[in-house]
């Protein structure tokens, strides 16, 4: 059925004013009261609703944290660097007179152990022995040359006695034959001396160890035709090696070096890979190298090892170590993990009334893992060591339990 014009207009027709605003004010009310409704549920079912008070919404705010006490005690500085082993004595042997090898000895080959005046390697003494024998004849010579002139001065003596001639000084002196007794007296200390050469050289023949050593190198061999001051063998000395360790040069004032009463510094040095998880071994700080290293700009010192090839784990030169050095006591500190320092200069205190307090802190040392804090915190006190997304000073905290949490 098609609507009449009338019915169009009737179904258009709005009504009268006051119905419109009692229909506004009815939605109106609807809203507000389906408001207050979600209010009154989220305050009956809240943390800590019923309990009294704002201490429940405190508490609920207040972030988690762990905690640990700090302890104030004695500690020692403790460096630890890494560095190469080093020879503390290297020689380049070669001998002080020239001609053929006629023999050398089983241990001079790389590795050979040899002990201080051990012989290892002769050259032909002929030459020599024939070079002895005539500088003792020209020893002889002058020894009766000496007697010769001795004699002629005595005839000359007794002459001049008999004379009543007044002769000067100089004239006396060639009378008395004292120019000739002059040469017989210098002939004869060359004479002397040519002999003690001759035999030093024929000693120098032998080629002996200096000291107690490892041979590195060698390049003679028996009939080799060798020269004054050709190189034939290089040593290393076995009675200790160093261990070149760089460290920081702030932390020089806390690593005593070898003086007369020999308190060097004691290191412990290690190489898992190599040698195991237990196996180490002590060194003394021996010298302050005066020079930085390249890279990184670090002071060197010099840690001497007794024994390096006599006890395990063995040290072979080259090789790359750990050492731990002990350095001076730092005397009453608070040892606290790096990672408990905030901004490098400052750590975060849970105060007894559970606030949180940022503590400006000074270290008077720092090593890999720790931090040693000589004042701005005292033993007892509670430092916070678990992470804050926005940390403020005097916001409360809690802990499990309302108890410590030590890290």
Known sequence: MEP????AE????????????LRNAAVGLLLVAAAGGAVAWLMTHRPGAGSGGDGGEAEAAAPLVTTTTAERGRHRATITARGTVR??????????????VIEVAPALEA?????????????????????????????????????IARGEQRTARAELEQMEAELSDAERALVLREPRMQKAEADLADARAAVKQARRDLERTKL????????????????????????????????????????????????????????GARV????????????????????????????????????????????????LLGTYLKGRIAGRSLGRV?????????????????TPD???????????????????????????????????????????LRTRDGGEDGA
């Open 87 to 100: 020879p503390a004595r290297r020689v380049a042997l070669a001998p002080r007179v020239g001609g053929r």
């Open 268 to 315: 412990t040095l290690t190489k898992p890979g190599a040698w195991g998880p237990d196996a180490r071994r002590i060194g003394r700080v021996a010298r302050l190298r005066p020079d930085l290293t390249e890279t990184g700009r670090m002071a060197r010192v010099r840690v001497a090892v007794p024994a390096p090839l006599d006890r395990t784990p063995r040290l």
């Open 334 to 350: 608070v040892a606290l993990d790096r990672a408990w320092l905030r901004g490098d200069r400052s750590v975060w205190v849970m």
């Open 354 to 396: 559970d606030r949180l307090e940022i503590r400006a802190v000074h270290t008077v040392f720092r090593d890999a893992g720790r931090v040693y804090i000589d004042a701005g915190l005292s033993g007892g006190e509670r430092v916070v060591t678990s992470p804050l997304a926005t940390p403020a000073a005097g916001m409360r």
């Open 111 to 147: 590795g050979g152990r040899v002990a201080k005046g051990d012989v290892l390697a002769r050259i032909d003494p002929a030459d020599y022995r024939t070079a002895l024998a005539e500088a003792k004849a020209e020893l002889a010579r002058a020894r009766a040359e000496k007697q």
């Open 10 to 21: 009737a179904a258009d027709d709005p009504g009268p004013p006051w119905r419109a605003w």
């Open 4 to 7: 009449t014009p009338e019915t």
């Open 208 to 263: 002996r160890a200096p000291f107690d050593a490892v041979v590195e190198s060698t390049d003679v061999q028996a009939g080799s035709q060798v020269s004054a001051g050709q190189t034939v063998a290089r040593l290393v000395g076995t009675g200790r090696f160093y261990v070149d360790l760089a460290v920081p040069v702030r932390a020089l004032e806390y690593i005593p070096v070898d003086g007369p009463d020999g308190k």
